[in-house]
């Protein structure tokens, strides 16, 4: 019934911005669909998350749609071929990412035949709910907003509760891209039929579809579509301000749920999926056909701009050129928007799951920045942070590497939307400065880990050492006891009590050794543990909280810290002889195992030198 | 490595002074109408200075000269201070003034964007508490409409303090309502006979109450372009307003009503030009509001329990102190975060 009082209303965020749109010119022309007729370069991570575990060799022949990687771990995403033909290569190549790195790639050269493996559609609607999602790991679909997180683990439902609401992402609201805009103007009755699959694999009760007002024929494409399916969907169009198309943000304008800063949109039970998402998930349902295309904007200096369904490795150069080619003074191609895209490092770089909008930029479009004058504090970038943070504090911060203060200022829950750059008279580039700190911060985080880790290592050392003396003391005062030997007997130190926690090993000292009486040392022993335990379980608190203060990092970085926490958790618990089952919970505890793409993507940018990303906030 | 956004809005530093400077143009006029032209050779006088010095420190600092001298904050700070100051007022006055403001309160500070204090403001209270005599001698707009003091008269005053025969001391250099009232409060006269003098307007002094309300008016133009937020002007104007009506109400013989506390003095240009100095005040809207009200009460408790004419001054200074305290202890709740 809340649900309905909501929907009357919309929920304003703090600041955003009003960008130039520059939308128009992209949208003249219905979506074209591009043929694969050069080598596909297939980066095999093309998704948040781990890198998936190859499947072919050089010089297999494969066929369209045919697995070439398989999704490895807790987060990650299959790869497939999006053309029949042959591997020519697996090598490093560079990808779409900020970093310019190169990273594996898969090349494959067309055969022209653009043959297709057999497929196998899912029957959704009567298999088991669990066996849906898991099947959906062998897709290769991932968010295809730009965040580029792994669909099937969004679909998940265990041990969450209940999701009542499916958000669906149309929101757009980066300048210059539209990808989704004519996606939906084309395709809505299948988004439509995506969004019911969606909808149904979460058991959520509604689904609204958040869309901004400057895209009304997506919006009456998506209504018309919602009356003809006869669904409960509810197409709200809301004002065009940047960033509404960041999930958190979008979630909080269609219910008022404001996500608690260390906890995802599930947790207040609620799942947002972008349109062209939900549209692969309906395709792979219904046809079997796995992520091996996406619609991508060409836009910028070049002669016909406009919208393709591209297959992904396909060199950008060549989409440029289906885009009637760069025009004179191009000078750098931009993947995702201008407010959060970034330079490629060449236009030979595959287009990626991730890509969803190249601009061919000239130096009078995106003008060098005007050298940064001091900050003036005039805050009118804390007007803009759409998170109401303080941009000016968070750079002084960031600028004295004061990173204790940027952290207690919540740096991490900035979304490096840009508006705070965007509005600041002094043109500082605060953005670059929160992708240092956070580099910094998560380095240094990582760095502590590893110190703790290496001194847990030795404690556990010592402690074994200590008890196996112990055990040999036991014994030995047994067996003492045993043999009645005469009172006056006193074995030397051998159940010195533990001095593990100092790490210092001390000489047995005799003289303080009197009696080791067989009950004495097992009260020892017992007592021993049960500190050991305790001390156990304290740490494993302490790393979930501190896992806790970067949670909003990329999920990549998030699984690895998740990783050394339960290494750390269970050699402790190892050591306090805790069983299996609470290893496994702490490292639950942690919480961070699998991060949905809502909480900042964009950091990925700065942490992980490999995982593609252009987090737009679409 | 990402550069992202590659788009900005942002009017930059230089036009945010610009629009200052222009703002500030109506209440020049006004004061040109009111006193004559001498207080151009001030303005020019201050931002002579300004720039100068501001250069000059710059190059010791080995810090970029050209574009901190076209950022416009030297002349914005040289403009205030010579709009505080009284408008004949002799040269070396206005240089010595300037050259505190910029090389004292803001350059030794680090320049642009680091000076905790106002440096307009930290310039004038130097000069009040060095030169008490001649800051609190104004020209008084009455006596000034009844003799001819021309523009070359002026200049030659501003720069030799000689007067032409038939002008009296007292036409330049009067008590400002302010002062008289202050002073005719201590000799037992009450607030309506004061008032009732000849130097006082319907809303302030005569003649400078024109001067206020024109500053009103650019401030108000500020407003507008969203230079600046409306937080401290209000906040400022109100708890002025408050606190003088509730004093003008206990005891109206005592108390001059609000609307004489708002059109006379600095408070105007307080209100929009100098409260609202970015650098030196807060950036939390609550902040703002609490730091502009503090200014209210001080200026209000200097003014009328003090010992100076008007407490601006020494109101903002005191309340510069306070801003790092005050933006600690306001800030807003961070989307996703409990208060
Ligand atoms: S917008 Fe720029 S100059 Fe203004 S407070 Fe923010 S960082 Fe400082
Ligand atoms: S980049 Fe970060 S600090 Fe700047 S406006 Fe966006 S969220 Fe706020």
């Known amino acids: 019934m809340n649900a309905l009082v909501n929907l009357a209303k919309l929920f304003k965020f703090n600041g955003g911005v009003h960008p130039p749109q520059h939308k128009q010119a992209s949208t003249t022309q219905p979506i074209r669909v591009l043929q694969a007729n050069l080598p596909l370069v297939l980066p095999l991570r093309q998704h948040v998350g781990n890198i998936p575990h190859l499947r072919v060799q050089v010089g297999e022949h494969v066929l369209k749609g045919q697995l070439l990687a398989e999704a490895e771990g807790g987060i990650s995403a299959a790869i497939h071929a999006p053309t029949s033909g042959t591997i020519t290569a697996i090598q490093d190549a560079l990808i779409p990412h900020p970093s310019g790195l190169p990273d594996r790639c898969v090349t494959l050269q067309p055969d022209g035949l653009d043959e297709w493996t057999a497929l196998t559609p899912i029957d959704w609607q009567h298999m088991e709910k669990r066996a849906v999602v898991a099947s959906l790991r062998q897709s290769g679909i991932v968010g295809l907003g730009g965040a580029a997180f792994p669909t099937h683990i969004k679909l998940r439902s265990d041990g969450r509760s209940g999701i009542h609401t499916l958000v669906i992402n149309a929101a757009e609201c980066e300048p210059y891209i539209t990808c989704d805009d004519m996606v939906m103007r084309e395709r809505a009755a299948d988004i439509l039929r995506g969004i019911a699959i969606t909808q149904h694999l979460l058991g959520a009760e509604r689904c609204l579809i958040g869309i901004e007002d400057n895209k009304p024929e997506a919006a009456a494409a998506l209504r018309a579509a919602c009356h003809a399916a006869d669904s409960s969907a509810q197409v709200i169009v809301v004002p065009t301000i940047y960033p509404s198309g960041d999930a958190r943000r979008l979630i909080h304008v269609l219910t008022g749920l404001e996500i608690p800063s260390h906890q995802r949109s599930v947790d207040v039970g609620v799942q947002c999926f972008n349109v062209a998402t939900v549209l692969a998930i309906y395709r792979y349902m219904s046809f079997g056909e796995p992520a091996l295309s996406r619609i991508v904007t060409v836009t910028g200096n070049v002669a016909r701009p406009g919208n393709f369904e591209v297959p992904l490795g396909m060199p950008v150069s060549a989409l440029l050129e289906a885009a009637g080619g760069v025009l004179e003074d191009t000078s750098e191609f931009i993947m995702g928007g201008p407010m959060m895209g970034f330079s490629l490092p060449s236009p030979e770089v595959p287009v990626t799951k991730a890509t969803n909008c190249i601009i061919a930029s000239t130096p009078s479009l995106f003008p060098p920045a005007a050298p940064a004058m001091p900050c003036i504090r005039c805050a009118r970038c804390a007007d803009a942070c759409p998170v109401s943070l303080q941009p000016q504090e968070l750079y002084w911060f960031a600028k004295s590497d004061n990173f204790d203060k940027a952290r207690d200022y919540k740096l991490f829950d900035c979304i490096e939307c840009g508006c705070c750059s965007y509005v600041c008279p002094s043109n500082i580039p605060l953005v670059q400065y929160y992708r240092y700190a956070k580099s910094e911060i998560i380095a240094q985080d990582r760095a502590k880990e590893a110190a703790n880790l290496a001194r847990e290592r030795n404690d556990f050392r010592l402690m074994r050492i200590e008890r196996e003396k112990q055990e040999r003391a036991l014994k030995h005062a047994q067996k003492a006891a045993g043999a009645k030997a005469e009172a006056s007997k006193i074995e030397p130190g051998k159940a010195e009590p533990s001095k593990a926690e100092s790490g210092v090993q001390h000489a047995a000292d005799p003289a303080v050794n009197v009696a080791a009486s067989p009950a004495s040392a097992q009260a020892e022993a017992a007592k021993k543990a049960a500190i050991a335990a305790a001390i156990a379980r304290a740490k494993a608190q302490k790393a979930a909280q501190a896992a806790q203060n970067t949670a909003a990092v990329t999920p990549a970085v998030a699984a690895e810290m998740a990783a050394i926490d339960a290494r750390r958790a269970e050699a402790a618990a190892r050591a306090a002889n805790i069983n299996k089952d609470d290893v496994a919970e702490a490292a639950a505890a942690t919480h961070v195992a699998d991060q949905d793409s809502t909480t900042s993507p964009a950091s990925a940018q700065t942490v992980s030198s490999v995982a593609p990303n252009s987090k737009e906030p679409s | ?339």
Not at chain 2, 6 to 28: C, D
Not at chain 2, 108 to 125: D, K, R, S, V
Not at chain 2, 265 to 272: N, P, Q, T, Y
Request: contains cysteine; proline residues 8%.
């Open chain 2, 1 to 339: 490595m990402s550069r992202s956004p590659y788009l900005s809005s942002a009017p930059s530093v230089s036009v945010i002074m610009l629009k200052v400077l222009l703002a500030l143009l109506p209440g020049i006029a006004a004061y040109v109408w009111v006193y004559g032209g001498g207080i151009l050779i001030s303005l020019a006088l201050a931002s002579l200075t300004a720039l100068l010095a501001e250069a000059a420190v710059l190059r010791l600092r080995q810090r970029p000269v050209l574009p901190f001298l076209m950022d416009g904050s030297a002349i914005v700070t040289a403009w205030l201070l010579a709009l505080a100051l009284p408008p004949l007022a002799p040269w070396w006055l206005v240089v010595v003034g300037t050259l505190f403001a910029i090389v004292v309160a803001k350059q030794l500070y680090g320049g642009l964007g680091y000076n905790p204090f106002n440096p307009a403001m930290i310039g004038y209270a130097a000069l009040l508490i060095s030169f008490p005599v001649l800051m609190t001698q104004w020209p008084s707009p009455l006596a000034l409409a009844k003799v001819s003091l021309s523009f070359a008269d002026q200049w030659h005053y501003i720069f030799t303090r000689s007067l032409p025969l038939n002008v009296p001391v007292d036409a330049i250099s009067s008590a400002t309502p302010l002062d008289y009232l202050k002073t005719q409060l201590v000799l037992q006269q009450s607030v309506s006979d004061i008032r009732n003098t000849p130097i006082f307007g319907w809303l302030g002094g005569r003649g400078s109450e024109l001067v206020a309300l024109a500053t009103l008016l650019g401030g108000l133009y500020l407003l507008h372009q969203r230079i600046i937020s409306w937080h401290i002007p209000l906040a400022f104007l109100a708890t002025l307003t408050l606190l003088s009506a509730a004093f003008h109400l206990l005891a109206p013989e005592l108390h001059a009503s609000p609307q004489f506390h708002l059109f006379s003095g600095g408070a105007m240009l307080c209100a929009f030009f100098i409260a609202t100095d970015p650098v030196s005040g807060p950036t939390t809207p609550l902040a703002k509001l609490v730091f502009a009200a503090g200014i209210g009460v001080l200026t209000y408790v200097i003014r009328v329990f003090g010992g100076y004419p008007d407490g601006i001054a020494f109101a903002v200074i005191l309340m510069n102190i306070c801003v790092p305290l005050l933006d600690a202890y306001t800030q807003p709740r961070v989307f996703g975060h409990e208060k």
